[in-house]
Structure formats: C-alpha cells, structure tokens
C-alpha cells in the first residue's frame, strides 16, 4: 500500500531533550516536506527536501532540523525542543516532475507535547 | 507572498441543507486541492483541480476553479452528518522552486440534525 509513515504518533518529553520524528515514504516520491499544524494558524511548513540531499527552510524552520540521506526518509529533528513547539505534526510528500505537483500524501500525524 | 483565505473558518449546517465554502488566493495559480480532515486524524485528498473551469464531483461535494477570479469553490449538497470534518483547500504556487502547497486556514463544518 502507497502510504507515508510516521513515528511516533503520540510523543511526551521534556524540554531540552533531543528527538527525531521518523517519516519515511514508499512511492518513489522525490517531493517531500515537513509541516506542523497549530489551532487558529493551519498548516505551516518547516522544511522541505526536492531530492535526496537536497533540503531547504520553509516558513517556520527555527529550532528544528532535517536531513534528506535517502530518498524514502525525512526525519524531522529536535536538538532542544521547547514546549512552543508542542503541536500536531505532519510529513508529506508528492512526486513531482519539473514543477508539476500532483498534491500531497500525507502521514497520519505525529502528536508531541514538551513540557 | 501567496496568501489563500477560506471563508467561512466555521460553519453549522443543519442536515440535507446546501452550502458553499469559498477559497480565495492572492496570486496566480492554475492548480488547486481540497483536503478533508477529521479531528485528530491526517488530511485526506478530495479534489485536485489542475485548469480553469475545473470541476470535480464526489458524492455530495464538488469543487471548482476560477483561476481568473482565484477563487475555487467546495459545494456541499443536502449535508450529511458524516460530512462533519475539517475542510482545508492548498494552492500550488507558479514558478517557485520549493513548489509548496499553502493552505488556508481550514473551514470547520458541523453539520447537526
């Protein structure tokens, strides 16, 4: 089955305590990005990767970081999380061929909490 | 900058009423999406609308594109109750490089007996 997958889906921890949250994808997709989704904002995203090696900041990217070693993976890391960056998290991620963009698929979502 | 504004950000429609929401985005674009999505849960792709005149139909729902107007349009059609659910629309950008999706901000929909 065509799907993006994400781990954790639930995620407590403490400020100042690195994390990773996984995503890896098995459609071949080159197109991948990291948003979060807080009430009264929507969706805003994070970072974004065109390609294996290939990453850049989206609108929001300030305290997290990506990496991009393969294809299928994006994690998303947390060198110091701090509890404004509690929200619902949300990998996503599209083929794409020149500028074409056939939307999104996106991962069942990743609930982390920093206290 | 690309901004797209929904409107209505809520709604409470009583079941077998009809009802509109609207999407309005600041730049050109010649592609637009709808997502659904359920408290708590991932966004579902509905439509993908890729040209001018687009219209898209599924079910009690169908979406369409003015790219001269910017404006896309979800119809809903005598709601159901398990129509309840989050309604984001996503326009693409021309000519970035990063292609992102920008969302609004989401239309919550309740629809009650």
């Known amino acids: 089955e065509a799907q993006v997958t994400q781990n954790p889906r639930y995620l407590i921890t403490v400020t100042g305590k690195k994390l990773t949250v996984t995503c890896s994808q098995n459609m071949n997709h080159e197109y991948m990005s990291w948003y979060r989704q807080d009430p009264g904002l929507g969706l805003r995203q994070i970072y974004y990767s065109m390609n294996v090696e290939v990453t850049d900041k989206g609108d929001v990217p300030e305290g997290y970081k990506v990496s991009r070693k393969e294809k299928r993976n994006f994690p998303l890391i947390l060198e110091s999380p701090s509890p404004n960056q509690t929200s619902l998290y949300f990998c996503a991620s599209s083929l794409r061929s020149g500028r074409l963009l056939y939307g999104y698929t996106f991962g069942s979502g990743t609930r982390l909490t920093v206290v | 900058e690309l901004k797209v504004e929904q409107n209505p950000l809520f709604l409470s429609m009583q079941e077998g009423k009809n009802y509109t929401i609207y999407c309005n985005y600041s730049?050109?674009?010649?592609?637009l999406y709808w997502y659904r999505q359920d408290p708590g849960k991932s966004l579902e792709s509905l439509f993908v609308?890729?040209?001018?005149?687009a219209v898209k139909q599924e079910g009690r729902l169908m979406a369409s594109l003015d790219t001269k107007a910017r404006l896309s349009t979800l119809h809903i059609t005598a709601a159901v109750h398990d129509l309840s659910a989050t309604y984001f629309c996503?326009?693409?950008?021309?000519?970035?490089?990063?292609?992102?999706?920008?969302f609004g901000k989401g239309t919550r929909l309740s629809v009650i007996a």
């Open positions: 996503a326009v693409d950008v021309i000519n970035s490089g990063n292609t992102p999706l920008v």
């Open positions: 609308l890729l040209s001018n005149g």
């Open positions: 730049t050109t674009s010649d592609r």
